[in-house]
C-alpha cells in the first residue's frame, strides 16, 4: 500500500510537468492550406485594394461665407491600383466651414492619399443699392407726393439675384410734400440707402368760388354780416376752402321777398337771394314741456305762423336717450325731447329757429344742444348761440324732427382703443420701423399717442413712432393715448445681431 502511494505521487508529479512543457514550447503557425493546416473553414475576405490617387470634385453652388458646405454635393473618388475606382465617403475633410469670399482651398484625405477641392465663398444676401424713378404728374405746391408714383428698386449683391421693386411701404420720402414752384428734390430711404427723384411743383390755384346765405330769415331793416355767408373756394387740386374775408356791398335787407345781396372776394362777384320778412310773421309759439321733473321750459319761435301750431314737443324716457349721448359726450346732465308735426306739409318749413332756456344748474360754457334721428345713432352738434348777456336763452336752427338733447358737456369723446398693424416685429440692428397706430374712435378730440421703450439699449423710439434697433435682445414700445383715458398698446420687438 505504501508502495502505491508512492506511484500515485510520482504520476501525479509527472502529470503537473507534462502541463508545464505544453504551454512553455513554442507554437508553429499553421499553414493556410496542406496537410498540418488548422481545423475549421478556409478564410474567405478580400484583401483592401490598395489605393494609388483620389479625385474631388464639388458640385454644389457657391457658399454663403461663415456656413458649412455641403458634404452630400461633395463627390470623392478613389482610383486603385487594379485599375477600378469608387466614390468613397469614409474621407476627411481639413474644413468644413466657408471663411472668406472667393476661392476656398478645403483638403481631402482618403487612405493616405490627398486632394484639394476649391470652393467658393460668397457674401450674405444683401441689397447694395437702390434707384428711384418718379412716374407721377406735377404736384402742386403744399399737396403730398405719393408713393405710389416712385417707384424705387433694390439691387443686390448675387448676380443671380434679380432686382427687386420695393413696396410702397418699405420706404420713405422726405420732404412728403412740395414745397416750391419748379424742381424739387425729394430723397428716397431704404435701410441705409438713398436715392433721390426730382419732381416739378406747380402753383396752387383757384379754379372756382362760390357763395350761400346760411343765417336766418332776414328781417327787414336789419343788416347782414360776413357771419350769415359762406364763401367756398375751390382749388386746382380739387380741395375746398371756407374764406372769411370777403365785402358784402349791400348788406342791408330793403324788403319782402327776395333781396340780392352782393358779395365780393377777389375777382368774384356773387348774387346771392336773400328773403325778406317784416317783423310781425315771426310768431312765438310758447311751450313748457314736462321734461319729467327737469326744472326748465322749452320756448320754440317758428318762423312761419301758420305752422306754429303743427310743430309738437313731447317729453321721452331719459333712459333711452343715454346711449346716443354717450356716444359723444362725457356728460351726467342731459334732457331729451322729441319734435314731431301734425300738419302733412309742415316738413316744408324747416329749418325752424329755435329758442330754449338753458337749466340754471348747467354751465353756460359747456351747454350745448345735440340731435339723433333716433337715439342710438352718432347725434350731430346744433350749432347756435346765445341771445341775451344772462346766456339764459339759446337759439339755433331745426332742420328736421327727431330727438334733441340738451347737455352740460364735461369732456369731449375720450380714446376707448389702440389698434396695431403688427404685434411682434423682429429687426436687424442698425434698421427702422415706423408704428402707424389706428386711434379710435375718429371723432375723440384728442388722438394723439406717446411712444416709450421698455429697453433704449435694444431700441429707441421717436416721438413720430420711429423705432430705430440698436442691440440685440427684446423690449417692448409702448404707446399711450395722450388724452389722459388710460388707453395703450404694446409692440414687441426682437433684435437679432445679424
Avoid at 406717446?450 to 413720430?464: G, H, I, K, L
Wanted: charged share 25%.
Amino acid at each position: 500500500m505504501d508502495i502505491l502511494k508512492k506511484f500515485k505521487w510520482i504520476y501525479a508529479i509527472l502529470g503537473a510537468a507534462l502541463v508545464v512543457l505544453l504551454f512553455l514550447i513554442p507554437k508553429e503557425p499553421y499553414e493556410a492550406s496542406g496537410a498540418g493546416s488548422a481545423p475549421g473553414p478556409t478564410p474567405t475576405n478580400t484583401p483592401t485594394p490598395i489605393t494609388v490617387q483620389i479625385i474631388a470634385e464639388y458640385t454644389g453652388d457657391d457658399v454663403v461665407i461663415n456656413t458649412e458646405i455641403n458634404t452630400a454635393k461633395l463627390i470623392v473618388t478613389a482610383i486603385y491600383k487594379d485599375g477600378g475606382e469608387e466614390r468613397v465617403y469614409d474621407y476627411r475633410l481639413s474644413n468644413t466651414m466657408i471663411r472668406k469670399v472667393g476661392e476656398n482651398k478645403i483638403g481631402v484625405y482618403y487612405h493616405g492619399k490627398s486632394a484639394e477641392v476649391i470652393i467658393f465663398g460668397k457674401e450674405e444676401l444683401a441689397v447694395t443699392y437702390i434707384t428711384a424713378d418718379y412716374v407721377g404728374e406735377d404736384v402742386i405746391v403744399s399737396n403730398d407726393v405719393k408713393k405710389k408714383d416712385i417707384v424705387v428698386t433694390a439691387y443686390y449683391n448675387w448676380p443671380e439675384k434679380e432686382p427687386v421693386v420695393l413696396k410702397e411701404a418699405n420706404f420713405s420720402i422726405s420732404p412728403s410734400k412740395i414745397t416750391k414752384p419748379g424742381r424739387n428734390q425729394i430723397n428716397v430711404t431704404y435701410e441705409r440707402f438713398r436715392a433721390t427723384v426730382e419732381v416739378f411743383g406747380i402753383e396752387k390755384e383757384v379754379v372756382d368760388a362760390e357763395c350761400h346765405y346760411i343765417g336766418k330769415e332776414a328781417i327787414v331793416g336789419s343788416k347782414l354780416t360776413n357771419e350769415d355767408f359762406q364763401v367756398v373756394v375751390k382749388y386746382n387740386d380739387d380741395s375746398t376752402e371756407n374764406v372769411d374775408k370777403f365785402r358784402i356791398l349791400n348788406p342791408k335787407i330793403m324788403g319782402e321777398g327776395e333781396n340780392i345781396i352782393t358779395v365780393t372776394w377777389k375777382d368774384y362777384i356773387f348774387d346771392v337771394p336773400v328773403n325778406g320778412v317784416p317783423k310781425n310773421v315771426l310768431a312765438e309759439a310758447f311751450k313748457d314741456v314736462d321734461l319729467q321733473g327737469a326744472s326748465t321750459a322749452l320756448i320754440f319761435v317758428v318762423s312761419h305762423a301758420d305752422y306754429a301750431k303743427s310743430v309738437i314737443c313731447s317729453p321721452i324716457d331719459q333712459k333711452d336717450l343715454k346711449e346716443a349721448v354717450d356716444h359723444v359726450v362725457v356728460t351726467t346732465k342731459y334732457i331729451g325731447y322729441k319734435l314731431t308735426y301734425t300738419h302733412p306739409e309742415a316738413y316744408l318749413e324747416f329749418p325752424i329757429l329755435t329758442r330754449v332756456i338753458r337749466p340754471e344748474d348747467y354751465d353756460p360754457d359747456k351747454f350745448a344742444v345735440y340731435y339723433t334721428p333716433n337715439r342710438k345713432t352718432i347725434m350731430a352738434k346744433c350749432n347756435g348761440e346765445y341771445l341775451d348777456e344772462e346766456r339764459t336763452q339759446y337759439a339755433f336752427y331745426t332742420y328736421r324732427p327727431g330727438t334733441y338733447a340738451l347737455v352740460e358737456e364735461i369732456s369731449s369723446k375720450l380714446v376707448t382703443s389702440i389698434n396695431l398693424e403688427k404685434q411682434y416685429v423682429t429687426m436687424k440692428m442698425d434698421r427702422n420701423y415706423s408704428i402707424e397706430p389706428i386711434v379710435m374712435p375718429l371723432s375723440a378730440a384728442n388722438r394723439d399717442v406717446t411712444y416709450w421703450s421698455s429697453d433704449e439699449y435694444v431700441c429707441t423710439v421717436s416721438e413720430n413712432g420711429k423705432v430705430t434697433s440698436v442691440g440685440p435682445g427684446e423690449c417692448e414700445i409702448w404707446i399711450e393715448a395722450a388724452d389722459g383715458s388710460g388707453i395703450y398698446n404694446i409692440l414687441y420687438i426682437t433684435v437679432k445681431e445679424k
